[in-house]
């Protein structure tokens, strides 16, 4: 098994993971209510996916 003759630094460690980067989630509008939301999800806010209902909400 190999293994490293040196100590990695701490620069050099950084300088490789400076590509491990999070994104922000991808957010479309929903065509009902116009809220936004998660692609291919249903809208939290109308319940509605597709253009079909699938969440039942709770009228106050």
Known sequence: ???PKHKTS???AKKRRTHYKTEAPNV???PECGEAKMMHQACPGCGSYKGRNV???DEE
């Open 1 to 3: 098994m190999a293994v």
């Open 10 to 12: 701490k620069s050099v």
């Open 28 to 30: 479309s509008v929903c």
């Open 55 to 57: 969440l039942a909400k």
